[in-house]
């Protein structure tokens, strides 16, 4: 398999994403194509032991910052790392594009690059999101801040796909997130999307949902727009880190509980993996003609890693495929 890796993305580009290229590549046996500046990219893979490793270096002369308007970068700089990875996968010479950089630039460089398959309104981004039950998935969580009720109806039966992939759901239970329970509650674009949903997906949408069912595990899709499904993560992040951080400030101020700390060491461990999201942080561009990735900007090498595995698990569920025949067959009803 061939992975591109944008190596210019994300906050502590180039030496992090170069690092876990090198580990993922290491790890997995697959060829990783890194894109950005050929003279830097070179110069941080002399830092690693790359013996019988498939790592490319494709130059691309423009990066998308973080601090950039991330619409007008794409367009303005058309050699950037972002759109030259994205043309080698077009083209035929990679499976996948990967990256950790701007969330936009990578919308905008992908529905420029592969432009969206036939019968989709927008690209969701979504990711694997834990809850008592396991998983399911949310979308969007940050590519589409101001969303119209036919894109979220859509993104609905698309996430569905994805669920039946990822998390081996026959028929995945689809709920909309909103403020209550009760009928009419949210604003309204919640509103103008509940009836879509239900004639779209029929006995597979179950209602409304507030975040209390969604984190009991509820649904196994959760639909909403951008602007909360991205303060949703980031909220949970924030919450996960600093509940960590509580329980164990608290056990340290107390010496006699740290006999019992020692003991429930395992219990610790397993319940702050179970809170990490790196092995599962890289969204999916779903709706693209091609497969995108995007991972956390504050990357290090550990989640630049598992975003290029989550990316291999998609090419190798054959996810591009499986939307397509749906969207299609759906557009045709």
Known sequence: MKLVLDAMGGDHAPTETVAGAVDYARRSGHTVILTGLEDIIQAELAQHDIAGLDLVVVHASESIGMDEKPAMAARRKRDNSMAVGMRLVKAGEADAFCTVGHTGGALTAGHMVFRRIPGVHRAVLTTPFPCAK???????????????PEWLAQWGQMLAIYAQARLGKEQPKVALLSNGEEEGKGKELTRATEPLLAELLG?????????KEMIAGAADVIVTDGFTGNIVIKLAEAIASYLMQVIKAEIMARPVAKIGAALARPAFKAAGARLDDREYGAGLLLGLNGIVTVGHGRSRRDRVYFALRNTAQLVEANMLERVRTEVAASVRR
Not at 203 to 211: L, M, N, R, S, T
Request: net charge negative; hydrophobic share 40%.
């Open 134 to 148: 396991g998983l399911f998935i949310l979308g969007d969580i940050g590519a589409n801040p101001d969303c119209k």
């Open 203 to 211: 006995e597979a949408y179950i209602g409304v949902v507030e975040p």
